[in-house]
């Protein structure tokens, strides 16, 4: 009890959990940095966090799936000739009735009645029509054929406009079909001065104020207002294509003659209206409904309607086009259709993708998500921390980075602190100093003038090409992951550790190209046949002669001996397989060229294939540089230590 009023608990039902904690934002983005690291697509992992949701709850995928599930149930819910079929069988009610009586009676008349019923067509459209002027003599029956016309006449206008309730019943009356009819009519004209951009602010005021009560969505503007009856139109539509064509010519014949012509002719002008404002809504598809129970229009509409807005929240929910957001979806569709839990999951799964865009986790280019430079770093510390777990002291000379500074080897002097410095802090100097200061004492006051660092030794630079193959392959023998985990250990030890030090990673497949960080991490393989490592080495060699004064250090990753080389009149590059000599010769004068600007060529070969066993031993051999044969949990470590050695080289 509190101020007066009363209070109940009970478990929790619906909705997300109030108590549970928001989502590891960090750990959603190192859960697609692992994926990338094994040899996962960067984008397709990306869409996956989002598909199969943060700890594998509430994604897009169930959400998709349930929406299926229902679709699959409309397309199961009924017969849409359910309006054909009714009216059907009051016609056959309405002339049994009418012949009963006949039977009763005597005379020319009843007889001359009897051939007109015997007569009619078998169409039940044309049928209901050839009654139209029919005078019946069974009460019964003339009221059994006025439910066919009354019935189907309120089921489409009640269909077409929410506000009429009880429509069946309302349309009968003369003076309520004049009332629509005068509607239609000012809603045509309406429509008609809105598609010619004339300003209709004040003519739709004063239509609402006319005609609100059917229309209780009590849309603001023009604009939701033909958005409301558009997607009712659509349906109607969608439903005579999902026919048919004798079913479609038999529905069609029976609303015009329920609806008469004044009345379908203004319905008639309103749907071509609706349909050149909205073109960009299903009218021409339709769909295979199918089930025992008869549908009425309405009915049938429904379920095509909802069919139709389950299409849109799918075609939302599968953000495969470029561009595409959680943004895009509609929360209010899925909580109509699929529940509020499911808006609930859609709402936190906006949040976490709104969340890695502000924090700079993820940004968005042409094609749709990608890992933003900051969350590249993070892969990148991750891939290196990795290699260094499995380095440990051995003949390959691995080396602990904590032990040394950014800038060089420790020299033995110092000198006062400067803003910027990242050399290691003198701690003794930086106390003695204080302690001269401030006299002696515990604690000991620091001061910005009391810190010094220590001297160090500039390292000789190195200039660093790393060619990684990229050819299907790599993927296809489980080689793309431990690929990618090197080049990024490799980079990110160069930019924390060495960034005196100039890195190019070189991807090769049929031809080969420069690659960035955010390059490598999305690159994808190359699906055409191809090893381009002459295109590759060409690339390296320019990348070495941007820097003159560095240790000129190249090593190469590949798991096929070349196949591809870029033919010397235009250009381009040409495969063949078996190798051929043009192919390897051209290969070989790339390595002479680095060879002879002095540069450390290291060649790490994935795989047991005889004739690449055989070119890299050449290779290394007439180089003067060193093949390798790691296994692939080990092509990190091996990668890094060679560079951590080669990178101090012949100079």
Not at 447 to 456: G, I, P, Q, W, Y
Not at 623 to 649: C, I, K, N, Q, W
Request: charged share 30%.
């Amino acid at each position: 009890m509190a101020g007066g009023n009363r209070f109940r608990y009970g478990q929790w039902r619906g909705g997300p959990d109030p108590l549970a904690p928001p989502y590891d934002v960090r750990a959603a983005v190192d859960a697609v940095g692992s994926d990338v690291l094994a040899g996962g697509s960067l984008r397709e992992s990306l869409r996956e966090l989002l598909r199969r949701g943060p700890q594998g709850q509430g994604g897009l995928d169930d959400l998709a799936a349930r929406a299926r599930r229902l679709r699959r149930d409309a397309l199961r819910r009924g017969d849409l000739d359910g309006a054909v079929t009714r009216a059907r069988a009051l016609l056959d009610q309405a002339l049994a009735a009418e012949r009963d009586e006949l039977r009763g009676r005597d005379g020319d008349d009843a007889r001359f009645a009897e051939a007109v019923l015997d007569n009619l067509p078998r169409s039940t459209a044309r049928a209901v029509s050839e009654l139209s002027g029919y005078d019946w003599a069974s009460a019964e029956a003339r009221q059994t054929y006025q439910r066919i016309l009354d019935g189907l006449r309120g089921d489409v206008l009640e269909q077409r406009f929410a506000g009429l309730r009880d429509a069946a019943r309302a349309t009968a009356d003369p003076a309520v079909q004049r009332q629509l009819a005068e509607m239609m009519r000012d809603l045509n004209d309406l429509l008609a001065r809105h598609a010619r951009s004339e300003d209709t602010t004040d003519a739709f005021a004063e239509f609402m104020r006319r005609h609100g009560e059917f229309f209780p969505e009590r849309p603001k503007d023009v604009d939701e207002l033909i958005d409301v009856l558009a997607r009712r139109a659509a349906a109607g539509e969608r439903l005579m294509r999902s026919l048919s064509d004798r079913q479609r010519e038999e529905l069609a014949g029976l609303m015009r003659q329920s609806l008469g012509d004044r009345l379908a002719g203004e319905l008639s002008q309103l749907d071509g209206h609706l349909r050149s404002l909205r073109p960009d809504l299903n009218w021409q598809r339709g769909e295979r409904v199918r089930g025992d129970e008869p549908l009425g229009y309405g009915e049938a509409t429904g379920a095509l309607d909802e069919i139709a807005e389950l299409d849109e929240l799918l075609d939302s929910l599968d953000q495969d086009q470029p561009g595409n957001t959680l943004d895009d979806v509609d929360v209010e569709a899925v909580a109509r259709t699929l529940g509020r839990d499911a808006a609930d999951d859609v709402r936190r799964l906006q949040e976490l993708e709104r969340e890695l865009r502000r924090q700079g986790w993820v940004t968005r280019d042409a094609e749709g998500l990608t890992l933003s430079p900051k969350a590249l770093r993070r892969l990148a510390g991750t891939a290196l921390r990795r290699v260094f777990a499995d380095l440990t002291a051995g003949p390959r000379g691995q080396h602990d980075l904590r032990s040394a500074g950014a800038a060089g080897e420790v020299s033995g002097a110092s000198r006062p602190w400067e803003y910027g410095d990242e050399q290691p802090l003198d701690v003794v100097r930086t106390l003695t100093r204080a302690v001269r200061r401030a006299g002696p004492g515990v604690p000991v006051p620091l001061a910005v003038e009391d810190f010094e660092v220590m001297e160090t030794e500039r390292r000789a630079s190195a200039a660093v090409v790393l060619c990684v193959d990229l050819s299907y392959s790599m993927i296809s023998q489980g080689r793309w992951g431990p690929m990618k985990q090197t080049a990024l250990a490799l980079s990110h030890l160069m930019a924390t550790r060495f960034p005196q030090d100039a890195l190019q990673i070189v991807g090769f497949g049929r031809e080969a190209m420069p690659l960035t960080q955010q390059e490598l991490a999305a690159v994808e393989p190359d699906m055409q046949q191809g090893t381009n490592l002459q295109h590759a080495l060409r690339i390296a060699g320019r990348h070495l002669r941007r820097h003159p004064g560095a240790e000129p250090v190249v090593l190469v990753v590949t798991d096929g001996e070349p196949t591809a080389h870029l033919d010397p009149e235009d250009g381009e590059a040409y495969f063949h397989w078996p190798p051929l000599p043009e192919t390897i010769s051209a290969t070989i004068r790339e390595v002479d060229r680095l060879t002879r600007y002095g540069a450390t060529l290291n060649l790490f070969m994935l795989g047991d294939d005889p004739g690449l066993r055989r070119f890299v031993d050449a290779v290394a051999r007439r180089s003067g540089g060193r093949m390798f044969t790691p296994d692939l949990d080990d092509l990190g470590e091996y990668v890094v230590s060679d560079y951590l050695r080669a990178r101090h080289g012949r100079r």
